[in-house]
């Protein structure tokens, strides 16, 4: 099936690459991604050492309890990602896999 691809203004086409996991062995939980993401698709969780989630402020600034081991960023709400790839582009961990949707049936 042919991938989504949205013609621009200048005529060009483009084909947005929708962010589709974060690989948690590498993500450091900087919390970068989330500050360039205006969409309300991402959201950082603690790691427990039994593999619990919880949730915690995505503000590196802000005290949290330490009941986590480690700080992860998830893709909590997919559906509303426009595919702009800026989490991808300002990740230092190189943490994000992206993908084209399908094109609609016509
Ligand atoms: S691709 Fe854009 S909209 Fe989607 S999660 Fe990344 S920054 Fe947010
Ligand atoms: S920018 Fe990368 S390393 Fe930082 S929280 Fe996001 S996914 Fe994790």
């Not at 450091?28 to 402020?57: M, N, Y």
């Not at 997919?78 to 949707?101: Q, R």
Request: net charge negative; hydrophobic share 35%; glycine share 8%.
């Amino acid at each position: 099936m042919a991938a989504f691809t949205i013609t621009l203004p200048s005529g060009k086409s483009w084909t947005p690459q929708y962010a589709a996991s974060i690989n948690e062995e590498k993500c450091i939980g900087c919390g970068r991604c989330f500050k360039v993401c205006g969409r309300d698709v991402l959201q950082l969780v603690g790691l427990t050492e039994d593999g619990e989630r919880i949730g915690v402020s995505a503000d590196p600034e802000d005290d949290d309890d330490e009941e986590y081991e480690k700080k992860v960023m998830t893709i909590a709400n997919p559906e509303n990602c426009v595919g702009c790839e800026a989490c991808m582009k300002i990740c230092p961990k190189k943490c994000y896999t992206h993908a084209a949707a399908d094109a609609p049936l016509a």
